[in-house]
């Protein structure tokens, strides 16, 4: 595959289109280069448990003032309702998309990077963007992955539970003596940041007037720039959240039965592992290598016979 396929995605139709109408004269290769960088479509937000639905619908406006477009709603106190709609103003196409869930997991299974907000720091220290940084990694991770944004309930936030399903956490740095900001303005700083991140993409693709030229015959390597900051590729998919999540059970199945983790006295060990792995991100192929491993520790275990002595 070429890497600007991996920018758009393979069977991204919509872009295709425009390049055979970059073919044909109609359009600049530049503002196809800039539609990629501003599709925001693969990043989403998910706003938990949220109880005053003013907020969803101030979320869904800024989410539209910046551009995204994906909602994720897991357990809303009171919604649908009218209040939403009046607060979102003109984005009532997002509520309308808008998914409603029973749990975070299953908001987030199939994303390959989940970040998730907190106004402070909690018990066992995770890896901890700022926001700039997390916009980056959201905007970057989005080119061959869905990815997730996670926001807390009003009055506690994000549970210590739901903190660990995430691979970073970010926090925005406001004043010390009141750094919790209302949801909907924290959905607005962090989109406004991943905004300016697709767009500061955009404005780094330097013209190349060959490449401008109308009716030039071109393909989807036009849309390389080789500008690495934003567009760094790995040659596999990320793991989801559901491949980790399957993985770390079976690592607790198989580090029990080889007795080395006691469920009865836990510690910390599994909230240890999972953010060793998390901290690692493994793709695709390197998560199904270590499940292999697994597999061929139970199968030996298997065929070890039982009471040797
Ligand atoms: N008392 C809660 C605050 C909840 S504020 C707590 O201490 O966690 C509601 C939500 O707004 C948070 O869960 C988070 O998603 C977002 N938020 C508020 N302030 C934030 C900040 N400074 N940085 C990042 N997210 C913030």
């Known amino acids: 595959m070429h890497r600007c396929e991996k920018i758009i995605g393979r069977n991204n139709s919509a872009i ?5 109408a970059h073919s044909a004269g109609r359009i600049s290769i530049k503002s196809i280069k800039q539609e ?7 990043i989403r937000i998910v706003l938990v448990a949220t109880s005053h639905p003013g907020n969803i619908g101030a979320a869904a406006r800024a989410m539209k003032n910046m551009g995204l477009a994906s909602l994720y709603l897991v357990n809303p106190k009171d919604y649908p309702s009218g209040v939403a709609l009046g607060r979102a103003a003109s984005a009532l196409d997002i509520l309308d998309n808008a998914v409603v869930v029973d749990s975070l997991e299953s908001a987030i299974l199939d994303c390959g990077l989940v970040i998730g907000t907190s106004a402070r720091s909690r018990s066992i220290p995770w890896p901890v963007v700022d926001p700039e940084e997390c916009a980056e990694k959201l905007v970057t991770a989005s080119r061959q992955n869905d990815v997730a944004l996670v926001f807390g309930r ?14 970073f956490h970010v926090q925005i740095p406001a004043n010390e003596n009141y750094s919790s900001l209302n949801v909907a303005a924290a959905v607005m700083v962090l989109c406004y940041e991943i905004r300016k991140a697709a767009l500061d993409y955009s404005d780094s693709e330097t013209d190349n007037p060959e490449s401008e030229a109308p009716g030039k015959q071109t393909d989807l390597s036009e849309l390389d ?6 567009t760094e590729f790995w040659d596999q998919p990320l793991s989801t959240v559901e491949d980790m999540e399957r993985f770390l059970e ?13 469920p009865e006295i836990p510690r910390q060990l599994m909230p240890r ?3 060793l792995y998390s901290r690692i991100r493994p793709d695709k192929m390197e998560i199904n290598i270590l499940r292999g491993i697994l597999s061929s520790t139970e199968y030996q275990l298997d065929k070890k016979p039982k009471n040797q002595d």
């Open 16 to 20: 295709i289109a425009r390049l055979k």
């Open 36 to 42: 990629v960088a501003l599709d925001l479509q693969r």
């Open 154 to 167: 009003e009055d506690r936030g994000l549970s210590n539970e739901e903190l660990q399903l995430c691979h």
């Open 225 to 230: 720039n080789g500008d690495e900051s934003l």
């Open 250 to 262: 079976h690592l607790e199945k198989v580090l029990i039965r080889l007795e080395f983790h006691d």
């Open 273 to 275: 592992l999972r953010r």
